[in-house]
């Protein structure tokens, strides 16, 4: 018998990415039709200029119009010409989801400078590192971020920095001696009042972005994305999709992260639809920002859809306006996504959740799930301009269907590069012998025939283990996670690892108990029985700790990092043997 994972050199071997067996979700029309040749602004002015009076973005008590909002976008382009923005130059932005956010990145966009867009509640020390790291000498950002940063911007490269305020509270600034000019919003746009712009050149290939990575794995990097990669990621977001002009999009993430400003607020935008940006998202105002807005659509991650389950009386809310509801950031339990879907479907929601990955490397999305596709535990199949493979982690050989390794994607979202550097970039994007550049994930997972990606783990989350005869094991944190969140009166959990002299690694689950989780004090006896029962010896967790309430990152994640440096504390206290 022929053992098929060894079995490469067969000509009748069927390869994923050659094959590209998910095209069949897709229509002739998407897959031939080519990606829009502009910049982000030229086409959101060329898909709504002539429909001034439709609502473009709501945001606390104001509505602005896309004949207000491409005015807008004049004014601030003027003004940032008048402070000394040219072609190329970066400009950083530091805001929550406000109008103003979305107005400078399309006036940086359309002088064909490139916006580098940063968490607007950084530290200080943090704030400046990214700011000399790209070479800023604009800084455009809202009071919260000014009250931070204004007695630190002399030790950056900033020239120019303007404050603009949340809502229709005034903004009030003053330069701090010896630090860059401060100007407030309204100052900047009359400084520009009396400039001259010209029509932009159409370069889809300049660099358009600068966005960071989360960082739970390892020092923030910045990601370099270009118009190009920006306008194929718009368009492949909607191909297949049944939305209409002026139907609403609900903003929940902060514009920083390109799950936010990218797939939410410029894709919608590009098509006319209305975007509600929630400056400081809270999930327990759901109903109200939905019954408020009248909201069809929600892009978000996992830990705001299992919040809506802890709403008291939401089983009443009239939720028939929502029609597309993706989860995405990361992976979402089949538990909380049955329990998510049986709540919106008894509030006359039209769907369920729909779920996909994808990485700020390659711009966002790089698979989606839809209600005639949607497997239990599957992120879905590649989008229709997007290529995937799956490869060995060893060799890097691209295996076959149903076979587990790294996953790689490729296409015309894949980033420029890492900014300023270009071995970290060499290190995730490699070339194959057709020339063709992948991104590699660091997520294991595989492709079914019917084209369907499962993620099942994440290499770098990967721990080595030695059981007591000296055999080293792998374990993969996400297998006894799924284990952990089947248990009843589990809400979330974590697996870490902590060194061990002995053994390697040990594993340590952080287990966050529901409100009745922890009740009858057996909780712990349950979990270690079904890890007993579902695991081999050697992954079955050392330790469970209990814990209130998951540390999370700026996007939402689950900061395995500071989870880590906790299971570390435990371990020099003697907590752990």
Request: hydrophobic letters at 35%; charged letters at 20%.
């Amino acid at each position: 018998m022929t053992n098929k994972q060894n079995d490469a050199t067969l000509p009748s071997r069927r390869l994923p990415s050659v094959e590209r067996p998910w095209l069949r979700y897709h229509s002739r029309e998407d897959i031939e039709a080519p990606i829009p040749e502009s910049t982000i602004y030229q086409f959101l002015v060329e898909n709504n200029q002539e429909h001034p009076d439709d609502i473009a973005l709501l945001c606390l008590d104001a509505a602005i119009t896309y004949g207000q909002l491409l005015d807008r976008i004049d004014r601030c382009a003027k003004g940032l010409r008048a402070v000394g923005v040219r072609r190329d130059d970066i400009v950083t932005v530091a805001m929550p989801c406000l109008p103003e956010a979305v107005v400078a990145f399309y006036a940086i966009n359309r002088l064909g400078a490139v916006a580098n867009m940063i968490h607007p509640l950084m530290s200080a020390e943090e704030t400046c590192r990214q700011l000399c790291e790209v070479g800023s000498k604009v800084l455009l950002m809202f009071g919260g971020t000014y009250h931070l940063v204004a007695t630190h911007l002399h030790t950056t490269t900033v020239e120019t920095a303007v404050v603009t305020s949340v809502g229709s509270s005034e903004t009030t600034v003053s330069t701090v001696p010896g630090g860059p000019e401060v100007l407030a919003w309204e100052d900047m746009e009359r400084l520009g009042q009396d400039m001259q712009l010209s029509a932009p050149d159409r370069a889809t290939g300049d660099h358009a972005l600068i966005s960071h990575t989360g960082g739970t794995t390892g020092e923030q990097k910045g990601v370099v994305c270009t118009n190009l990669n920006i306008q194929a990621e718009i368009f492949q977001g909607l191909a297949g999709i049944d939305y209409q002009r002026q139907e609403c999009i609900m903003a929940t993430l902060p514009p920083h992260i390109n799950y936010s400003l990218v797939s939410t607020i410029l894709r919608h935008l590009s098509h006319g639809l209305k975007v509600v940006l929630i400056p400081r998202y809270q999930p327990e105002k759901f109903v109200e920002y939905v019954t408020t807005y009248h909201v069809n659509h929600i892009l978000t991650i996992p830990a705001y859809w299992k919040a809506i389950l802890h709403i008291p009386g939401i089983e009443q809310a009239d939720l028939s306006s929502l029609k597309f509801l993706a989860s995405g950031g990361e992976h979402i339990d089949l538990h909380s996504e049955e329990a998510v879907n049986n709540l919106l479907k008894s509030c006359g929601a039209k769907g369920g959740l729909i779920k996909g990955t994808g990485m700020t490397e390659m711009t966002c999305a790089t698979t989606y799930s839809l209600p005639w596709r949607n497997p239990p535990g599957s992120v879905g199949s590649p989008l229709v301009k997007t290529n995937c493979k799956v490869v060995n982690v060893d060799s890097g050989e691209e295996l076959t269907y149903g076979e587990e390794g790294e996953v790689c994607f490729s296409g015309p979202t894949l980033m420029a590069g890492y900014y300023n550097n270009p071995e970290a970039t060499r290190q995730v994007v490699r070339t194959d012998d057709a020339g063709t550049p992948w991104l590699h994930t660091g997520d294991l997972g595989y492709i079914t025939e019917d084209g369907m990606l499962f993620i099942t783990g994440r290499m770098k989350r990967m721990l080595l283990t030695r059981d007591n005869n000296g055999v080293v094991s792998k374990i993969f944190p996400d297998r006894v996670e799924e284990v952990l969140m089947a248990i009843p009166g589990v809400e979330a959990c974590c697996v870490v690892g902590v060194p061990n002299e002995r053994r390697i690694t040990v594993a340590v689950a952080f287990v966050q108990p529901d409100e009745g989780g922890g009740k009858d004090g057996r909780l712990k006896d349950r979990i270690f029985e079904a890890c007993s029962m579902q695991l081999p010896p050697y992954m079955m967790p050392e330790q469970v700790t209990f814990i209130a309430e998951m540390p999370r990152t700026e996007r939402g994640k689950t900061d395995y990092r500071a989870l880590e440096r906790k299971a570390m504390e435990a371990l020099l206290t003697n907590t752990i043997s």
